[in-house]
């Protein structure tokens, strides 16, 4: 600072002309403006903030929702560049011996009718026509041949038919078939079965397994029954010859599946309900029940039930379990209709129904439960009448006389509770709406056979018909007849309960 005011003073001298020197003598006083800091300028305010709002909320969540979520470890290592590590040569050789494999098994999946014939139509069928009829050639050339049993497995894929002549006298110790056949697709044969099985015997009855959808039962003319592999034709198991076997006709035969045991039981012309046990390839007989014309009320029999010594030979029988316990429905040839407590410690017949005049063909149980929570049994006999029973009391709740012929068989169709199909001499096949006796359908192919025996597929919407000349019809039921009305299962209800009320 000292140099920087001596450079000012002399400057200022040389600009007066004067000479300058150093020593004493006045001076003028020089001001210099600091400019090491500028002029602040402040200035006084106020700031006021506005009052803020609050507002207090309640969230309650009322659904939850779990999400499981898996992490990939690998992603890393199998989004990278470096190629996996194996062995190219056992590769080659693992995809070469599986090659065979897999070309056989698409080639299948090629040619499957599994799926065919299953699309949704856009356009309803409205009435019911035929889609199959059913003859093999070789039984085509047998004469007399008719059709005694018909059976469809769970998945209504395949229909099983047995076969026997009637009208021969020796007809039960004769040899017979059972033919399966494969009726979900495009690709089946009429005239050539699926498999055709060799028996030594008439089949009389047929079920399959209600969950193993390849096993058979079958109840033989000669009294034997019968377990059959349907995947390769082989019959597995049958039952032991004994002395307390079924020394007649198996007419009826039912699978009773009670967990992971698997039952049969079988009713026979010669009067005797036998229950069976099934396990691997094995039948062993657990209990032999016989229906004692004793425990039949005298006013609930016929004239040709009358004495001590009267067999009640059993032409049908058909299964209900209910709860715990399980009841067996049987039709006799003297036209008694009975129940059967299986459960029972000691079996026997427990209630009998009122009868009919003559022997009773048919009987099924309905799928569709009444307010009692408990199904209807409909019975038919040659007499030409038809029953509708409540399980638990004797009257009929509702008689029935589709036709002037004599009924050989009839069933309950699964999607209308206030219906049942009927088949009668003359070849006709009936639907009938029990609570008016009308006929909503008559199902005729112009023939003037025998309908000896029917069978409703599992899903209500088909029926296989078998007649008395060796021939099979399957009919697809139309819309019309496979529809129920919204107040049909009321009307059931109300009438059983009016019934009910009134014997109250």
């Known amino acids: 600072f000292f140099f ?25 006083t020089i001001t210099v403006t600091s400019s090491w800091k500028g002029q602040t300028m402040s200035s006084e305010t106020s700031t006021q903030t506005l009052e803020v709002g609050t507002k ?26 470096t190629p996996p590590d194996y062995d190219a040569k056992h590769l080659f050789e693992f995809l070469k011996s599986v090659e065979p494999l897999v070309q056989q098994i698409l080639e299948e999946n090629n040619t499957s009718t599994a799926f065919i014939g299953d699309e949704e139509e856009e356009d309803k069928q409205e009435a019911s026509v035929v889609t199959r009829r059913l003859k093999d050639r070789n039984i085509a050339e047998l004469e007399g041949i008719a059709c005694t049993c018909i059976a469809w497995n769970k998945l209504g894929s395949v229909v099983a038919i047995g076969y026997a002549k009637p009208a021969d006298e020796e007809w039960w110790t004769a040899s ?37 959808v390849a096993l058979l039962a079958a109840g033989m003319m000669n009294g034997d029954v019968s377990v059959i592999d349907t995947r390769n034709g082989n019959v597995i198991a049958t039952s032991p010859f004994a002395i307390d076997s079924h020394s ?57 039930a009358v004495g001590v010594d009267v067999v009640l030979g059993v032409l049908c ?102 219906c049942i199909i009927v088949s009668d001499a003359k070849g006709d096949v009936l639907i009938v709406d029990i609570r008016n006796n009308e006929m909503v359908e008559l199902l005729d192919d112009l023939l ?24 099979a019809r399957v009919w697809k039921l139309g819309h019309s007849t496979t529809t129920a009305a919204h107040d049909e299962r009321r009307e059931i209800d109300g009438l059983c309960k009016q019934i009910f009320s009134s014997d109250q």
Request: glycine share 6%; proline share 4%; with cysteine.
């Open 448 to 471: 003037q056979i025998s309908c000896r025996v029917l069978s409703v597929s599992p899903n209500g919407n088909a029926i296989c018909s078998g007649y008395d000349d060796g021939c």
């Open 56 to 81: 207090e909320m309640g969230v309650q969540s009322k659904t939850y929702a779990t999400v499981e979520i898996q992490t990939d470890l690998l992603k890393t290592k199998l989004m990278s560049d």
């Open 317 to 418: 029988m058909a299964t209900l379990k209910d709860l715990h316990t399980v009841f067996a429905f049987v039709g006799t040839e003297v036209g008694i209709v009975a129940r059967v407590n299986l459960s029972s410690s000691v079996a026997s017949l427990d209630l009998a129904y009122k009868p009919h005049d003559g022997p009773v063909q048919g009987i099924n149980v309905s799928s569709n439960r009444t307010y009692t929570d408990t199904p209807l049994i409909c019975t038919c006999s040659a007499d030409g009448s038809s029953h509708v029973y409540h399980h638990r009391q004797s009257a009929p709740l509702f008689v029935l006389r589709p036709s002037g012929q004599a009924l050989l068989s009839v069933s309950f169709l699964p999607s209308r509770p206030a």
């Open 176 to 212: 017979s078939k059972l033919c399966l056949w494969s009726v979900d697709g495009r690709y089946c044969k009429e005239n050539e079965a699926s498999m055709a099985i060799n028996l030594q015997s008439c089949a009389m009855s047929l079920e399959f397994h209600p969950e193993e």
């Open 4 to 28: 920087f005011f001596a450079f000012i003073t002399i400057v200022m001298s040389v600009k007066k002309g004067e000479a300058y020197c150093f020593g004493d003598g006045p001076v003028d």
């Open 248 to 304: 007649e006709a198996v007419t009826a035969i039912r699978w009773i599946v009670r967990g992971r045991r698997s039952l049969l039981c079988s009713a026979s012309t010669d009067g005797h309900i036998i229950t069976w046990e099934y396990k691997g390839s094995q039948i062993t007989q657990r209990q032999r029940i016989p229906l004692d014309i004793a425990f039949v009320p005298s006013y609930l029999r016929t004239n040709r």
